[in-house]
C-alpha cells in the first residue's frame, strides 16, 4: 500500500531513505575511541599528555627493575651490590620463612596439605562451584583437621606456637578470627536490637567502644593487660591472647554489619512468623536471620577482606605473621638492602588474596540483584 | 519490634528474671576480674591509680609540638604524645579530603586514562595493609632520599633529606597581630557581603559576584596591612652545619612516612565514597541542568555536589574516625604519638591498665566529637523536606 493517496493514479511518490552514509572517520574505531575518551577538548587533551609522560616515567624503570634486570637465580652473592635490578633470590630463599615461619623442616607437609586444603576450599567458593549451604558447612568444618595438622598432637607430634609464623598465622588469625566472631557479632546485634533494656545496653556498651578505639589498643589489651586478669599462675599464651583480642575487634563491627541486615528485614516478617506460633528463637532462626545473613553478605566480605589486613598488626605485639616475617627477612644482616623487593613482594601477595574476595563478593552482589 | 518480650513464654517476668540473671552474671564476672587483676598486681608488684604521673618521665621524645624534655612527668609525656596524635589527625584529615576528592573526581573523569589511573591507584591502595604501606614508606622511600650534603633543594628555603623535610619558619615580628586580625576581618566582610549579596538577589535578581569580592577581601586586606606595617615577618632557613641542618621548620621522617602513608590510604578510601556520591546522582538532572543552559560550573555546585555531599558525608566520617583511629601505627615506625608514648611508659613502670584505659578514654572521646561536627555538616547536607 502506498503511504500517499494517489490522487490520479499516475506515479505514485514513494519515500524511499538513501543508504546512510558511513559515520565519520573521526567517530569510529581507533581514532575514534582515542577522540571521546582522550582527547574530547583541550583539557583533556592536557591531562592526558601529563598522564602519557607520568607512564613513561614510572612504567619502563619499574619493568626493567622488576622484571628485566632482576636477578632470578643464584645465591646470596648473586645480589652483589651495585646490581640494578631486583633481588629475587632472596624472595625464593626466605620463601619457607615467609610461608611458614619458623616451623619445623621435618613437618613441613602438614602446613603445605593444610594450605592446599585451604586453597581448595578457597577455589570452590570464588568459582561458585559449590551450593552456598555445603560452603557454609565447610567453612565451619575444614578448619578444625588443618589446626589440627599444623598444632599436631593424636598421634601427629604436637609443634610449639611459637613457631608458627608467616603468612600461614595470618591466613589462621584472620580465618578463625572470622569464624568465631560472626556468630557471636549475630548474638551481640541480636542483643542490640531486643527489647530487654539490660540485654540492649550490654550490647551497645561492648560494640560502641570496641569500636571506637583502634585495633591496637585491644591487641596491647588482650598481650598486655589480660594476665592481670586471669587467676594467678594460670597463663595462657600470647598467640590465644591476641586471637581473642582480635575476635573481640572483629565482632563488634560483624554485629554492626549484621544489625543492618536485621533493619531491612520488613516488620511483616516478624509478624508472619509470630502468628503462625514461632516463639523468638525459632522465628529469629529460621526466619529473620537467613533473610538478614543473605542481605549483608557483601559487607561481611569487605569486613573479612578488612580483618586479613588488620591481622598485620600483630607484628607489634610481638608476633612474627607474614609482615612481620617479611621486615625480619629485610633485616638479615646476610641479605640486607632488599626491604623494596620484600614488601613489593608481601603488597603483591596482600592484594592478590584481598582483591580476589573483593571481586568474589562483587560478584555476589550481581547475583544478589540479578535475583 | 517487640517480639522479645511478647513471644517468650510467660512475658515480663521471664523477661526480669533472664535480665537479672544476666546481671549477676556480669557483676560476678567483674568481681572475678577485679580479685585476679588485684592478686596479679600485688605478685607482681605493680603500683594501681594515676599516682605515676607526677613522676620523672626520664625518657626523650623524638618530636614534639611543645617544649619538652626527659626531666618533665610521665603525665606531661602523655600530654605531648596525645597532641601529637590529634595533629597528625587533624592534618591527615585535611590532606586525604583533597586528595581523596582528586581521586573520586578522576574515577569519574571522562578521560578514560585518568580514570583508569584512579582505579587502578583505588584498588592498589585498599587492598594492602596500612602498615605495609607504612613500612614501605619508611624503609623504602625515605631511605633512598639522598643524604644531607646531597639535600633536593625544590624551592629555596626547602630540603629534603634522608633526616627529613626542612621548610623556613616564619619569625612573627612586631605588628604582625594588625596583619592576622586584617584577614580575620577579611574573612568577616566577605561572610556578610555573601549574605548581603543572596538578599539583594532575591530582592533584585540582580546577582552580585559575591565570591569574587570575598576572595579580593581575604586576600587584599592582609597584603595591604603587611606591607603598610613595613613586611613584619622575617623567615628562618635551616642551614647546613656539619652533619646536619639547623634551624627552620623540620619534618622527621617517621613523621612524612606516617602522614604520607595515612593520607594515601585514607584518600583512597574518601575517593571511592566520592566515586559513588558522584555517580548517585541522576544523569538526567546534568542533562536537564544542560538543556536550560546552566554552565558547567555551576552544574557542578549547585546540582551535583549538594546531592553528591549526602552520599559522601556519612560514608566519609566513618573514613575520618578510622584515620584517627589508624594513627596510632605510628608506634610500629617510631613517630612518638598516644599510643609509641604510652607504650614506652608501660614497658617501664606495667600500670598497664592505667594507661589502655587512657587510649580508650581519649580516642572514644576524639571520634564522639569528630562524628558530632559530621553530623552537624550532615543536617546542614542533608535533604530539607517541607
Not at chain 1, 558447612?137 to 599436631?152: E, M, N, R, S, T
Not at chain 1, 613457631?163 to 549475630?186: D, F, H, V
Not at chain 1, 589486613?309 to 641479605?335: C, H, N, R, Y
Not at chain 2, 594515601?264 to 541542568?289: K, P
Request: charged share 10%.
Amino acid at each position: 500500500m502506498s503511504p500517499f493517496p494517489s490522487s490520479s493514479g499516475s506515479a505514485v511518490l514513494v519515500f524511499k531513505p538513501r543508504p546512510s552514509l558511513p559515520a565519520p572517520r573521526q567517530t569510529v574505531g581507533i581514532i575514534g575511541w582515542l577522540r571521546t575518551n582522550l582527547f574530547n577538548g583541550w583539557f583533556n587533551s592536557v591531562l592526558t599528555v601529563i598522564a602519557l609522560g607520568f607512564l613513561w616515567k614510572i612504567v619502563p624503570p619499574l619493568m626493567s627493575w622488576a622484571i628485566f634486570d632482576a636477578v632470578w637465580t643464584g645465591g646470596s652473592d648473586a645480589c652483589a651490590p651495585g646490581y640494578e635490578g631486583a633481588c629475587w633470590v632472596f624472595i625464593f630463599n626466605k620463601f619457607r620463612v615467609l610461608m611458614v615461619g619458623l616451623y619445623p623442616g621435618e613437618h613441613l607437609w602438614r602446613p603445605m596439605l593444610g594450605g592446599g586444603i585451604f586453597i581448595v576450599l578457597a577455589a570452590l567458593t570464588v568459582f561458585h562451584l559449590l551450593n552456598p549451604k555445603k560452603l557454609i558447612a565447610l567453612w565451619f568444618l575444614v578448619p578444625f583437621p588443618v589446626y589440627w595438622l599444623i598444632a599436631g598432637g593424636f598421634s601427629l607430634t604436637p609443634v610449639d606456637q611459637s613457631l608458627w609464623g608467616g603468612l600461614m598465622l595470618s591466613m589462621g588469625l584472620a580465618t578463625i578470627g572470622i569464624l568465631i566472631s560472626l556468630p557471636l557479632g549475630i548474638l551481640l546485634a541480636l542483643g542490640r536490637q531486643s527489647n530487654f533494656a539490660i540485654i540492649k545496653s550490654i550490647s551497645v556498651g561492648i560494640i560502641e567502644p570496641v569500636r571506637g578505639v583502634p585495633l591496637i589498643t585491644i591487641l596491647f589489651m588482650a598481650s598486655v593487660m589480660m594476665p592481670l586478669f586471669l587467676p594467678v599462675g594460670i597463663n595462657i599464651n600470647n598467640l590465644l591472647r591476641v586471637q581473642v583480642g582480635i575476635i573481640i575487634f572483629s565482632s563488634a563491627y560483624m554485629a554492626e554489619v549484621v544489625r543492618g541486615g536485621l533493619q531491612a528485614i520488613p516488620l511483616g516478617q516478624y509478624d508472619a512468623a509470630k502468628s503462625v506460633g514461632l516463639n523468638y528463637w525459632k522465628s529469629t532462626v529460621l526466619i529473620v536471620l537467613p533473610q538478614a545473613l543473605r542481605h549483608v553478605i557483601p559487607s561481611l566480605i569487605g569486613r573479612c577482606i578488612a580483618l586479613f589486613k588488620d591481622t598485620s598488626l600483630v607484628i607489634i605485639v610481638g608476633l612474627l605473621d607474614f609482615l612481620g616475617m617479611v621486615k625480619a627477612s629485610a633485616q638479615d644482616p646476610e641479605w640486607l638492602g632488599h626491604d623494596a623487593e620484600a614488601y613489593i613482594f608481601c603488597a603483591f601477595v596482600f592484594w592478590v588474596i584481598c582483591f580476589r574476595m573483593s571481586r568474589y563478593g562483587r560478584s555476589l552482589e550481581r547475583q544478589k540483584k540479578g535475583e | 519490634m517487640n517480639i522479645s518480650l511478647r513471644v517468650l513464654r510467660g512475658g515480663r517476668l521471664t523477661g526480669l528474671v533472664l535480665q537479672l540473671v544476666v546481671v549477676a552474671g556480669i557483676i560476678y564476672f567483674g568481681y572475678l576480674l577485679f580479685r585476679n587483676t588485684q592478686a596479679n598486681l600485688e605478685a607482681r608488684n605493680i603500683a594501681s591509680g594515676f599516682g605515676f604521673f607526677s613522676v620523672e618521665a626520664g625518657f626523650p621524645i623524638g618530636s614534639t609540638l611543645l617544649p619538652y624534655t626527659p626531666a618533665d612527668t610521665y603525665g606531661y609525656a602523655f600530654f605531648i604524645g596525645t597532641l601529637n596524635t590529634l595533629y597528625v589527625a587533624f592534618f591527615g584529615i585535611i590532606a586525604a579530603t583533597f586528595i581523596g576528592i582528586f581521586i573520586g573526581v578522576s574515577r569519574v573523569s571522562s578521560n578514560w586514562l585518568i580514570a583508569k589511573l584512579a582505579e587502578i591507584y583505588v584498588e592498589t591502595l585498599r587492598n594492602i595493609p596500612l602498615l605495609l604501606i607504612l613500612f614501605f614508606t619508611y624503609s623504602v622511600v625515605l631511605v633512598s632520599l639522598p643524604g644531607p650534603h646531597a639535600s633536593l633543594n625544590p624551592f629555596f628555603g626547602c630540603f629534603i633529606n634522608n633526616r627529613g623535610l626542612y621548610l623556613p619558619k616564619p619569625l612573627f615580628q612586631e605588628g604582625f597581630g594588625f596583619v592576622l586580625s586584617a584577614f580575620i576581618l577579611g574573612i568577616v566582610i566577605s561572610f556578610v557581603v555573601s549574605r548581603w549579596s543572596v538578599s539583594f538577589r532575591e530582592r533584585t535578581g540582580v546577582s552580585i559576584p559575591s565570591g569574587w569580592i570575598g576572595l579580593a577581601t581575604i586576600t587584599g586586606l592582609p597584603v595591604f596591612t603587611y606591607f603598610a606595617m613595613g613586611s613584619p615577618l622575617a623567615w628562618e632557613i635551616a642551614v647546613l652545619k656539619g652533619f646536619n641542618f639547623q634551624g627552620g621548620i623540620i619534618f622527621r621522617p617517621e613523621f612524612s612516612a606516617l602522614m604520607i602513608g595515612l593520607v594515601l590510604y585514607t584518600a583512597a578510601f574518601i575517593g571511592e565514597n566520592v566515586r559513588s556520591g558522584i555517580q548517585s546522582v541522576d544523569v538526567g538532572q546534568i542533562d536537564a541542568a544542560k538543556s536550560f543552559g546552566v554552565s558547567k560550573g555551576s552544574i557542578m555546585r549547585r546540582i551535583i555536589l549538594p546531592q553528591a555531599l549526602r552520599v559522601i558525608i556519612p560514608a566519609t566520617t566513618n573514613d575520618y574516625t578510622s584515620l584517627v583511629k589508624n594513627s596510632s601505627l605510628a608506634v610500629a615506625i617510631g613517630y612518638p604519638d598516644m599510643v609509641s608514648v604510652g607504650g614506652t611508659i608501660i614497658g617501664q613502670n606495667d600500670q598497664a591498665i592505667e594507661i589502655i584505659g587512657l587510649w580508650m578514654a581519649v580516642y572514644l572521646a576524639i571520634n564522639l566529637i569528630a562524628s558530632a561536627i559530621m553530623n552537624w555538616i550532615n543536617s546542614k547536607a542533608k535533604l530539607v523536606e517541607r
